[in-house]
């Protein structure tokens, strides 16, 4: 499991426009650098990553070998009522994690 950074606010007004900031470890090879004995290490990148507030996509993108390592990824979305957030990174040999943060919509 990767280590992850999230910043979603506890707290919202409806109608208020609020970021979401990710950060999530990870070395993000790209396949095409050779290590000390001149062999290619294998790709390893994340290749998506999905936000859903409520179940709705809010934002979604897909990565490529060219993302630098530890990608941070931040946008915006309206509040419009108290739900979870749940982020989902999905990348190469299997790599999937999934995260939630609750929001309270007053």
Avoid: K
């Avoid at 999530?24 to 790709?43: K, S, W």
């Avoid at 931040?74 to 790599?95: H, I, K, L, R």
């Amino acid at each position: 499991m990767a280590r992850v950074l999230i910043n979603v606010p506890r707290s919202a007004r409806r109608g208020d426009v609020i970021t979401i900031r990710t950060l999530i470890q990870h070395t993000m090879e790209t396949g095409y650098r050779p290590d000390a004995q001149g062999e290619v290490v294998p790709r390893d990148i994340i290749r998506r990553f999905t936000c859903t507030y409520d179940g709705a996509v809010v934002f979604s993108a897909e990565l490529s070998p060219a993302i630098a390592a530890n990608p941070f990824l931040s946008f915006t979305t309206v509040a419009t009522q108290s739900g979870t957030v749940t982020m989902t990174w999905e990348g190469d040999n299997g790599f999937a994690q999934t995260e939630t943060r609750p929001i309270e919509v007053t």
